[in-house]
């Protein structure tokens, strides 16, 4: 990344992996403003942050189907938690499909997390862990974590049909769940997680198709439906806007 801005983000511990991908952070420290291209990855993400002397804010961010350019202030940090979708229903406890494409402010008190929570981020992650295991329930439809486990190891490259019948629930009442806590249909979702996986080849110089794309020009126009580029134009990454894009070539 460029110097003065860092990213870091930690896999969760297995206790809460069914509800969180990952904790992280991102911070501007320099006196410019950076641009950045946030990308569709079929995470829902809860931002902790402050811009230089403003107030401290919290705010959850829907699911994304389009790619949205932002701009990161001078002075900015920010703490994220990127949830999986079944924390929507388990740990969030509330639906977002009115926030498809776009976010919504929460108090600044949220889950008693306060601005201070900003001075370190080793316990952030903690705190964060901590509530979200006091937050599980006890019972969890055992549909709903296969459906999800299902679409998170194949990456989004199963059919509908073989996820239902896999998973012993439906298409229809499927898609109902979808559209009522995520405000998009199943198969809108895999096409976001395929994608997603493709930008781990994209990432690397793999500028051709590794998942069940059906040719080279179905899976341009795939990556420039969810990124806004080319592959070839995403890969080249001109100065680490996409973050996701920065990430992975971390990795």
Not at 11 to 38: D, L
Not at 216 to 238: D, H, T, W
Request: charged content about 25%.
């Amino acid at each position: 990344m460029d110097n003065g801005f860092k990213l870091k983000f930690l896999a969760p511990p297995s206790s809460v992996a069914a509800f969180v991908e990952n904790i992280g952070m991102f911070q501007n420290e320099t006196a410019e403003t950076k641009e950045v291209v946030v990308l569709p990855d079929g995470r829902i993400d809860l931002f902790f942050w402050r811009n230089g002397n403003e107030p401290f804010q919290v705010m959850l961010m829907g699911l994304e189907t389009a790619p949205e350019q932002r701009y990161v202030l001078p002075q900015t940090k920010v703490f994220v938690i990127s949830f999986k979708p079944l924390a929507v229903e388990y740990i969030l406890k509330n639906s977002i499909a009115g926030i498809l494409d776009t976010a919504k402010t929460l108090p600044n008190d949220f889950w008693d997390f306060n601005e201070e929570i900003l001075e370190d981020f080793d316990a952030f992650f903690e705190k964060t862990v901590a509530k979200i295991t006091s937050l599980i329930p006890n019972e969890i439809d055992g549909r709903k974590l296969k459906l999800f486990d299902l679409i998170y190891t194949s990456k989004g490259d199963l059919s509908v049909a073989q996820l239902a019948e896999q998973a012993a629930w439906s298409s229809r009442q499927i898609n109902r769940y979808f559209n009522q806590q995520f405000g998009l249909s199943l198969k809108a979702y895999c096409n976001i997680l395929r994608f997603r996986a493709s930008l781990q080849h994209i990432a690397h110089g793999k500028l051709f198709p590794e998942l069940n794309f059906t040719d080279q020009a179905y899976f341009i126009k795939a990556v420039k439906k969810f990124a806004g580029v080319v592959p070839k134009e995403l890969s080249r990454n001109k100065n680490d806007r996409f973050l996701l894009l920065s990430l992975l070539k971390q990795k």
